[in-house]
């Protein structure tokens, strides 16, 4: 069980990290553009913290957090945003493409919602196996706008796949806050009638608890799939290091 020490340590890592990465963005050695987890870290802290180390999660292009609470290699990513060979992708991916395989990184994607099926297809081989491994998929709320998200819950819930979906519910796709975009339903209220049992959480302690719970509902097949959606309000701009309320459609309140 992992302790609130090492909680704190994680949160305070992330944060630290992406605090360094903001501060030396305008100086162009950053070789691709970069979507800070700041404001959002607990999310990926509470999941991986109730994960084993052989469970597998898939991310978003704003996965900073989601790689180093998995237990990504700190150097690799450096590198990574550099764009050295000595990267978690050679290079070749910055920071839209994380991976760590060996941690439980299996990717991460700049195209919005398309590791959500990917996520979905390896659930089901692992099922297929009886390998007892929980996959993660997360992903932000612009991501239930599209298709996939339907059906992808969908053939989870048909097949009663070992799988996590995590929306990290930030409020905004880029700059249009959800009320604008979505009607309805909430949306762990659709996914719901997909089929998929979730629960909606904000705030520290809920949320590390409701993560643990999901996980292991998921693993011991009571609750399988299961859906997962944390408010997670983002701090920083959608992309890059400044603060996006001066751009005027979020007040700095």
């Known amino acids: 069980e992992v302790t609130p020490e090492e909680i704190y340590r994680s949160l305070y890592l992330i944060r630290r990290v992406e605090e360094e990465c903001c501060r030396v963005y305008s100086n162009d050695k950053i070789q691709s553009p ?14 991986c913290a109730a994960l084993k180390p052989e469970d597998k999660v898939f991310g978003t292009y704003r996965s900073h957090a989601l790689y180093l609470a998995k237990g990504g290699n700190l150097r690799a990513f450096v590198a ?7 990267g978690c992708a050679k290079g070749k991916g910055g920071s839209m493409h994380l ?22 297809g390896y659930a089901w081989a692992q099922k297929l196996k009886s390998t007892g491994v929980v996959t993660a ?7 239930c706008e599209e298709g996939v998200f339907a059906e992808s819950l969908n053939l989870a819930a048909l097949h009663t796949l070992p799988i996590l979906f995590v929306c990290e519910n930030n409020g ?3 700059v249009t806050p959800t009320h604008r ?11 719901r009638a997909s089929g998929v049992p979730g629960v909606a959480v904000t705030g520290f302690d809920e949320t590390l608890k409701e993560s643990q719970d999901a996980v292991a509902s998921v693993r011991s097949g009571k609750d399988r799939p299961f859906f997962l959606e944390i408010v997670a309000p983002r701090l920083k701009e959608h992309v890059g290091p400044d603060e996006d309320w001066k751009q005027g459609y979020r007040t700095e309140d």
């Open 34 to 47: 970069f979507h800070s987890s700041i404001g959002q870290e607990l999310a990926s802290v509470a999941v």
């Open 99 to 120: 991976v760590d395989a060996k941690a439980g990184l299996l990717g991460c994607s700049a195209i919005v919602g398309q590791l959500i099926p990917v996520a979905v």
């Open 181 to 191: 975009r979505q009607a309805g339903a909430s949306i762990v209220d659709r996914a």
């Open 172 to 174: 905004y796709a880029i």
């Open 137 to 143: 998929v997360f992903f932000g709320d612009g991501a």
């Open 80 to 86: 990574e945003l550099y764009g050295k060979r000595t």
